[in-house]
């Protein structure tokens, strides 16, 4: 998305929490700024002196639109911009866990930040971001105007990068990439798997990612360990060409418990392959039942384990899903009509506020 802006003519700056990445950012272009970003945290210390940085960073940029990402940078971002003249696109990215988790700390922050939210986000300088059709009315619910809520699938896929291939030779492999957290599912998928191979089957399971400590429904690195000492499952950690992941791969799974638009079944589906998920928000939208994929409930290992049987003993039906998967993408989620829909919402947010051609995200 900001290369959109970069190359609509926006001046793009990015303000983050710096961890291995910094230097990609910059290679692109773009003005970075570290922010000192806890991610996890709910000390309202943490919030303030955020809020602090982001404000003065704001005052001294005085960004004409400001693009936040998730909850927690939508929440500092716009209280920052108060009193500025900055509009603020606020992106709501899956409603993550503050909005479906029930621990206890996280139902007590959610009862104090819940009427902040819904108050910024109804600011006339203001729209909310939302990727698919369940948040949006989880928006309208909370008392945003329907006219203040825009809807844009994801950030884009880069279907050049992304290509179909031919399935691998030797036995058929199901891939899993995301944040190794309850949340995803990965749980389920391996019991499923586990059971898929009781029976006699000879699939394999290639888990890409790492935990995510700031979470409290991180898998333990010792659980992820034991997974790994299984037949047939490939623990791979960190995973940098995403590409060669996925062409190395039968069929992806995502057994996730919501989602914005998961940028992981989005990739896999630009490469040409099956797909396999929950029926629900936000995976639904680029998993389509019968169509590219086979859809199963939230922790249903049974359902789920039928749903790997079922494709890896389909050659055809993975080919139809993997063709159908690949035109999906072209049609509704390549980053260049991504970026297009995004750099006319910018515009017309600029429009309304009378110019400018500046950008902070």
């Known amino acids: 998305m900001a290369r959109a802006a970069r190359a609509a003519g926006f001046e793009v700056h990015v303000a983050t929490r710096i961890d291995g990445h910094g230097h990609a950012i910059e290679a692109e272009g773009f003005h970075l700024h570290p922010i000192s970003w806890r991610r996890g945290s709910l000390d309202p210390r943490d919030l303030f002196r955020v809020l602090r940085e982001v404000r003065r960073l704001y005052r001294k940029l005085t960004p004409d639109l400001a693009h936040h990402v998730a909850v927690p940078a939508t929440l500092v971002g716009s209280l920052a911009a108060t009193g500025l003249s900055t509009v603020c696109v606020n992106a709501m990215t899956g409603l993550g866990t503050l909005f479906i988790s029930n621990e206890p700390k996280i139902r007590a922050a959610r009862t104090i930040v819940t009427p902040v939210l819904a108050k910024v986000l109804s600011r006339p300088s203001s729209v909310v971001l939302v990727q698919n059709l369940d948040d949006r009315a989880v928006m309208e619910r909370f008392g945003v105007d329907p006219s203040q809520i825009a809807l844009?699938?994801?950030?884009?896929?880069?279907?050049?990068?992304?290509?179909?291939?031919?399935?691998?030779?030797?036995?058929?492999?199901?891939?899993?990439?995301?944040?190794?957290?309850?949340a995803k599912g990965?749980?389920?998928?391996?019991?499923?798997h586990r059971r898929v191979c009781t029976r006699g089957r000879d699939i394999r399971l290639v888990i890409a990612g790492t935990p995510d400590e700031a979470n409290a429904g991180s898998i333990p690195k010792e659980e992820i360990s034991a997974w790994g000492r299984r037949r047939n499952v490939s623990c791979l950690g960190f995973v940098e060409d995403i590409a060669a992941l996925w062409t190395s791969v039968h069929i992806a799974v995502l057994p996730s418990h919501r989602e914005g638009l998961p940028l992981s079944l989005l990739q896999a589906a630009a490469c040409g392959r099956p797909l396999i998920t929950t029926d629900v928000p936000g995976c639904r939208d680029v998993a389509r039942a019968d169509y590219n994929a086979l859809l199963v409930p939230i922790d249903d290992v049974e359902a789920l384990a039928q749903a790997i049987d079922r494709l890896a003993l389909d050659p055809p039906l993975r080919r139809r899903f993997g063709a159908a998967s690949r035109m999906l993408v072209e049609r509704e989620f390549s980053s260049q009509r991504v970026g297009r829909d995004l750099i006319a919402l910018y515009r017309a947010m600029l429009a309304r506020k009378g110019g400018g051609s500046g950008c902070a995200s």
């Open 152 to 182: 844009i699938p994801g950030s884009g896929v880069d279907t050049d990068l992304m290509t179909p291939s031919p399935e691998p030779a030797g036995p058929v492999t199901i891939g899993f990439l995301g944040r190794l957290v309850e």
């Open 186 to 192: 990965i749980r389920a998928l391996v019991e499923a």
